[in-house]
């Protein structure tokens, strides 16, 4: 299960990807999802990310990946869900704001997405206002 992800900073000509930390869980099965395909502002323009969220309500994510359609010009997040048995008991927050700077994808190295210690990552949204991106997340605990 996703404990938490950031991208850093490519070197020249390379594409910005997350890094990922799973820890073993205790889930029975997983499913698929596929995000509807949104425009990508036809440059990959990181600031459209915000109308894809990424949601395994009742589970919690397994893995993710941003897919582009043929053409180029639209995005969308594939994951997987872990269904769990057990109760979750889950909290919202968000990351700190940190600048959109020119909407590259780069920018998005200032962002950590986390959960801690003993939770696993329910869902995550890119949020954007007044110049500034954000992580609203979901983080939760598996109970007995």
């Given at each position: 299960m996703?404990?938490?992800f950031?991208?850093?900073?490519?070197s020249?000509g390379n594409?910005?990807?997350?890094?990922?930390?799973?820890?073993p869980?205790?889930?029975y099965?997983?499913?698929k999802?596929?995000?509807e395909?949104?425009?990508?502002?036809?440059k990959?323009e990181?600031?459209?990310?915000?109308?894809q969220k990424v949601?395994c309500?009742?589970?919690?994510l397994n893995?993710?990946?941003?897919?582009r359609?043929g053409g180029?010009?639209?995005?969308?997040?594939?994951?997987?869900c872990?269904?769990?048995?057990?109760?979750?008991?889950?909290?919202?927050?968000s990351?700190?704001?940190?600048?959109?700077?020119?909407?590259?994808?780069?920018?998005?190295d200032?962002?950590t997405?986390?959960?801690s210690?003993?939770?696993?990552?329910?869902?995550?949204?890119?949020?954007?206002n007044?110049?500034?991106?954000?992580?609203?997340?979901?983080?939760?605990?598996?109970?007995?």
């Amino acid at each position: 299960m996703l404990q938490l992800f950031y991208t850093e900073k490519p070197s020249i000509g390379n594409i910005s990807m997350p890094h990922i930390v799973t820890l073993p869980g205790n889930a029975y099965n997983t499913r698929k999802v596929y995000n509807e395909f949104t425009t990508d502002g036809d440059k990959g323009e990181v600031i459209f990310l915000d109308r894809q969220k990424v949601s395994c309500y009742g589970g919690l994510l397994n893995d993710f990946k941003l897919g582009r359609n043929g053409g180029h010009s639209m995005y969308r997040y594939e994951y997987n869900c872990c269904n769990l048995a057990g109760r979750l008991s889950c909290q919202g927050k968000s990351t700190g704001s940190s600048s959109e700077g020119s909407w590259e994808s780069f920018y998005l190295d200032r962002q950590t997405v986390a959960c801690s210690c003993g939770q696993y990552l329910q869902s995550f949204q890119l949020k954007r206002n007044n110049s500034r991106l954000r992580y609203d997340i979901t983080c939760c605990r598996v109970t007995r």
